[in-house]
């Protein structure tokens, strides 16, 4: 990872919310945890509330990209590798406080049994190769999905940068790894079964905290933009509980040729967006504090 500039970027004066007390107010937020941030330099045409705090991302279009280009699948999955460090740096620009990529699915161990050992290959040398930026950067790196059925090399891999980075009070990049939408809704029903068979809990108790506080990352916020490249308009079985109020963005780029410029477009197109939750709040596109109420 290349080293990002602590200081706000010239284009920071042109900004037209540069003197707003509320855009001045969310700088200095985001800067609590992310100490690089410089929204209004790296976007100056949108208001910083409006940057998202978390971003999903679906990284899809790898093997066509290679395809296309005359090579095989994997070598497309070494571009989309590249695609990643160029898209965390910048979210780190932003003020992004979260970024969660669908690195492997449980569907994927259907493909071709060199492809998906590839793919572990890849986990591990990405692993390896980004400990020391993440923790230069002082990115605090998660994973979510079943460790069953992960090879060892792999699980000690993501055990390694996790421990690493276990401390860092910054900006968090959660890769979802051997991941299912449904299996993790299934796997936290199944703790709340438990916890009623125990005693532990009683059916009264549960509504829908209960649920997401046994999810796999309940400590980060829910995604407010779900980015998918390579144009399929469907979710594919990711973060199906906490996309539920996201907004979501569909580029036609594949992923290994999806950067800056183009996570800019997301988010100006986010912050476009009026999120009203149900509800008719004009004001609501920057509101960081309101909940889902339910669609009206």
Not at 61 to 67: E, F, H, L, S, V
Not at 152 to 181: F, H, K, M
Request: glycine share 8%.
């Amino acid at each position: 990872m290349t080293q990002i500039s602590q200081q706000p970027g010239a284009a920071s004066a042109s900004s037209p919310f540069a003197a707003a007390p509320d855009a001045l107010a969310r700088v200095a937020q985001m800067r609590k945890l992310c100490p690089k941030a410089d929204p209004l330099g790296r976007l100056p045409d949108v208001h910083p509330c409006a940057i998202p705090r978390h971003i999903a991302i679906i990284m899809d279009g790898n093997g066509r990209w290679a395809q296309e280009q005359g090579f095989p699948r994997i070598f497309g999955h070494r571009g989309g590798a590249m695609s990643v460090r160029k898209v965390v740096e910048e979210a780190g620009r932003l003020g992004v406080e979260a970024l969660t990529l669908y690195s492997f699915s449980t569907e994927n161990w259907k493909r071709p049994a060199d492809e998906v050992q590839a793919l572990m290959d890849l986990c591990v040398a990405y692993c390896e190769g980004e400990l020391d930026a993440l923790v230069r950067e002082k990115i605090r790196f998660r994973v979510i999905g079943r460790r069953e059925g992960l090879p060892e090399p792999v699980l000690a891999a993501l055990d390694a940068v996790q421990e690493a980075t276990r401390d860092i009070v910054g900006p968090t990049l959660c890769l979802a790894i051997n991941y299912s939408g449904r299996a993790e809704i299934a796997d936290a029903a199944r703790k709340i079964a438990e916890q009623v068979a125990s005693g532990e809990l009683s059916p009264q108790q549960i509504d829908e905290a209960t649920l997401a506080e046994r999810l796999y990352a309940p400590d980060l916020p829910e995604p407010d933009l779900m980015i998918r490249t390579a144009g399929e308009m469907r979710l594919s079985n990711f973060l199906l509980w906490q996309l539920s109020y996201a907004e979501l963005y569909v580029t036609q780029t594949y992923w290994p040729e999806f950067a800056e410029k183009e996570l800019h477009k997301a988010v100006r197109s986010f912050a476009s967006r009026n999120r009203r939750f149900g509800g008719l709040d004009p004001d609501a596109t920057f509101s960081r504090d309101s909940g889902p109420q339910g669609e009206a």
